[in-house]
């Protein structure tokens, strides 16, 4: 037996990679630093400029103000797209993240100053931040695990555990902050927490030296050039007439909603031609399929967020409104609900994860695409219990919040069959030089889902909240349904990519970066 000693990223902590957790930290202080200036953003937006005891607001109407959370939410989604790019052109994604760190430092300290500039130089950075880091820290950790590894997607449920962790202590300090000190501590304490983020990631790198580290333009023959994508698509006839019936289809957009959404549908109309001259361009036939199933897998992805995201908008609204908040005497402030998703989250994700392990162990179906549609009509089956509430309101004035505990439990269950099920799907099936691009169109088509809950939460006004709640019941479990339905062939579309999963020995697992093709 020979004796060797381990190279730092080749040690493991409860059977993963050490790597993992240096991720696990990183994101768990950069999503506290998000959630945290999240939660804080909407309430200083519409906080009077004068007369309040955590300081000078903006002043702004509650339409304004949930209008500009919109939009960022949404960007700092899709910010992924260049952050992934910028991975897979020039930096790798190592880099990015570091970058990604650095500039969400900056960001979250100049939330600090009080000056009008100040607050969107602030935000603009920390879209720019996000979308650097959260796309390509979430495929370094895909690149942790060799192809075949079946700890993979537990290796997604642990680092999911880190995102909510981080949420979870947000959301609970940054508010005794603001009361005590004011809305700028809490910004600042957003900072401090990145700061944190960024020594973790810049000590851990040792345990890192394996992954992220592919530029692919640094290899001729594997060059990505998008410019030259783009160029083809004139020689393309019938991908020329797609673009183009988008093109007009966005700037009519443009005119008839408002010049926000014009700009959004032609940026996406330029990514949609990016991914159909990708496509075209794969070399062979098993890389298109998994290319194209990947694709599909994101119309789940909107559909699950666009229900989903109720929870920061329509359902926090019916809490305060509408919920008997009473326990033993003490009301339970609104903002305590929101906790509790990400409470579940860290109560659930690793026996979740372990009962899809043993499945796929024993040869049952396990595949990601049947987690993702489970997913979905789990999360839809938890609206059941807000029909249930709003029945209950129109009764008797007020509704119990078991109704909500409920609903968010469901909620998070199928959060944890989609969510980090996603991550790990995409590393296992996107084309290695393109693998942070789609990661970033990932992260992306969460953003839409964002906007997606935040047109229908509005449409809530005009409806009543039983409607929407039914309707949401309604499309999403037809819409898993009709997904695990078409299961078969979209299966076969992925060529055995999750079929060969098996428990790795010890010498084999040492292998990272992702699917080589
Ligand atoms: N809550 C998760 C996170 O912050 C999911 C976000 C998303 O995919 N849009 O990472």
């Not at 957009?253 to 990016?274: M, N």
């Not at 001259?277 to 559909?303: E, H, P, T």
């Not at 409607?467 to 695990?484: E, H």
Request: charged content about 15%.
């Amino acid at each position: 037996m020979t004796n060797t000693v381990k190279a730092a990223h080749q040690k493991e902590l409860f059977g993963h990679p050490v790597g993992l957790y240096i991720l696990f930290f990183t994101e768990m202080w950069e999503r506290f630093s998000y959630y945290g200036m999240r939660a804080l953003l909407v309430l200083y937006m519409t906080t009077e400029t004068i007369g309040d005891e955590r300081g000078a607001g903006l002043g702004w109407t509650s339409k304004e103000a949930l209008a500009l959370y919109g939009w960022y939410t949404m960007l700092v989604y899709v910010a992924s797209i260049p952050g992934g790019m910028i991975a897979d052109k020039i930096l790798g994604q190592k880099k990015s993240v570091l970058l990604g760190a650095i500039i969400l430092c900056l960001g979250h300290g100049v939330l600090v100053l009080t000056d009008t500039w100040a607050f969107y130089t602030g935000l603009g950075l920390v879209i720019l931040g996000v979308g650097l880091l959260k796309p390509n820290i979430s495929t370094m950790v895909g690149g942790l695990y060799k192809e075949g590894d079946i700890r993979r997607d537990k290796g997604f449920s642990i680092f999911y555990i880190g995102i909510n962790l981080g949420s979870l202590l947000a959301t609970m300090i940054i508010g005794v902050v603001v009361a005590n000190w004011g809305w700028h501590a809490g910004f600042g304490l957003a900072g401090i927490a990145m700061v944190f983020g960024l020594l973790n990631y810049v000590y851990g790198q040792k345990f890192l030296k394996e992954v992220g580290n592919y530029v692919p333009n640094k290899i001729d023959e594997n060059e990505v050039s998008y410019g030259k994508l783009y160029a083809k698509l004139f020689s393309s006839p019938k991908q020329l007439v797609i673009v183009a019936i988008l093109l007009i289809a966005s700037i009519y957009g443009w005119y008839t909603l408002d010049w926000g959404f014009g700009l959004l549908f032609i940026f996406l109309t330029a990514i949609t031609a990016l991914l159909v001259m990708i496509y075209k361009d794969l070399d062979s036939q098993v890389f298109k399929d998994r290319f194209l199933v990947l694709l599909l897998s994101f119309i789940m992805v909107i559909i699950f967020w666009g229900a989903f995201e109720q929870a920061g908008g329509l359902m926090n609204l019916y809490t305060e409104t509408n919920t008997d908040r009473n326990l033993f005497g003490w009301e339970i402030p609104t903002v305590m609900f929101q906790s509790l998703n990400a409470g579940f989250i860290i109560l659930f994700a690793t026996l979740i994860a372990s009962i899809w392990a043993k499945r796929k162990l024993k040869g049952k179906e396990a595949s990601s695409l049947f987690k993702m549609a489970l997913g979905i009509i789990i999360m839809g089956f938890g609206f059941l219990f807000m029909v249930f509430a709003a029945i209950e309101f129109e009764k008797s004035g007020s509704s119990s919040m078991i109704w909500l505990v409920l609903a968010y439990l469901f909620h998070t269950i199928g959060e944890l069959c989609i969510s980090p099920v996603a991550l790990s799907f995409i590393t296992k099936l996107a084309p290695v030089k393109y693998a942070s691009l789609m990661m970033g169109v990932y992260f992306a088509a969460t953003g839409l889902g964002n906007k997606v809950a935040g047109i229908v939460g509005e449409s809530a006004s005009e409806y009543g909240e039983l409607t929407i709640f039914s309707g949401i019941v309604i499309f999403t479990v037809i819409f898993g349904l009709l997904f695990i339905m078409i299961l078969k062939p979209l299966k076969r579309l992925t060529h055995g990519a999750e079929e060969k999963e098996r428990v790795l020995k010890n010498d084999e697992a040492e292998g990272f970066e992702l699917v080589e093709n």
